[in-house]
T-cell receptor, first 112, second 112 residues
Framework: GDSVTQMEGPVTLSEEAFLTINCTYT??????LFWYVQYPGEGLQLLLK?????DKGSNKGFEATYRKETTSFHLEKGSVQVSDSAVYFC???????????FGKGTMLLVSP | KAGVTQTPRYLIKTRGQQVTLSCSPI?????VSWYQQTPGQGLQFLFE???????NKGNFPGRFSGRQFSNSRSEMNVSTLELGDSALYLC???????????FGPGTRLLVL
């Protein structure tokens, strides 16, 4: 079945540092890929998405590129802020179905 | 446009009781999905409803059930509660593209 693997956290960074959170996937079809963010005590917020190979999703300074050859969708940000501290989830939706398969989440802690 | 709303936000129940959670999707969204989030198992798909019909179901026991009304609002019910049902229950409504999901704030259920 489908699966998503994320790097374990927490990832601890200083403000303005470069962020990478790794995500790889296994899917039988041609999935769409998503990054969601969860702040403490809240639900999930859609951060960005990509629907086909070589697509780049971007939002609020975050970027991720759909790499079919490496089955990856790594999240990057050039300069993190304290307000980016949250848990980040990578997810896939296979062949247009509205069922998301999530990774286990990566906690990001940014210190001033 | 209003987001996904879930009620109640917090619930405390005792073992053996049953509980009903409610979700109102974003206006115009016809598909509603439910997920369970726990520290141990992460985010797991429960079921999806579209036009009042269950379209997809995750691997949960029959104690977990749901329904959708003609106005797309959805409810999920858990009967004979167990301690392990303590979790954050998230509802998501699906955009017209059929795969992008927007989440509500969740209902946090504690079973004592």
């Amino acid at each position: 079945g489908d699966s998503v693997t994320q790097m374990e956290g927490p990832v601890t960074l200083s403000e303005e540092a470069f962020l990478t959170i790794n995500c790889t996937y296994t899917a039988t079809g041609y999935p769409s890929l998503f990054w969601y963010v969860q702040y403490p005590g809240e639900g999930l917020q859609l951060l960005l998405k990509a629907t086909k190979a070589d697509d780049k999703g971007s939002n609020k300074g975050f970027e991720a590129t759909y790499r079919k050859e490496t089955t990856s969708f790594h999240l990057e940000k050039g300069s993190v802020q304290v307000s980016d501290s949250a848990v980040y989830f990578c997810a896939l939706s296979d062949q247009g179905y509205s069922t998301l398969t999530f990774g286990k989440g990566t906690m990001l802690l940014v210190s001033p | 446009k209003a987001g996904v709303t879930q009620t109640p936000r917090y619930l405390i129940k005792t073992r053996g009781q049953q509980v009903t959670l409610s979700c109102s999707p974003i206006s115009g969204h016809r598909s509603v999905s439910w997920y369970q989030q726990t520290p141990g198992q992460g985010l797991q798909f429960l079921f999806e409803y579209f036009s009042e019909t269950q379209r997809n179901k995750g691997n949960f026991p029959g104690r977990f059930s749901g329904r959708q009304f003609s106005n797309s609002r959805s409810e999920m019910n858990v009967s004979t509660l167990e301690l392990g049902d303590s979790a954050l229950y998230l509802c998501a409504s699906t955009y017209m593209d059929g795969e992008t999901q927007y989440f509500g704030p969740g209902t946090r259920l504690l079973v004592l």
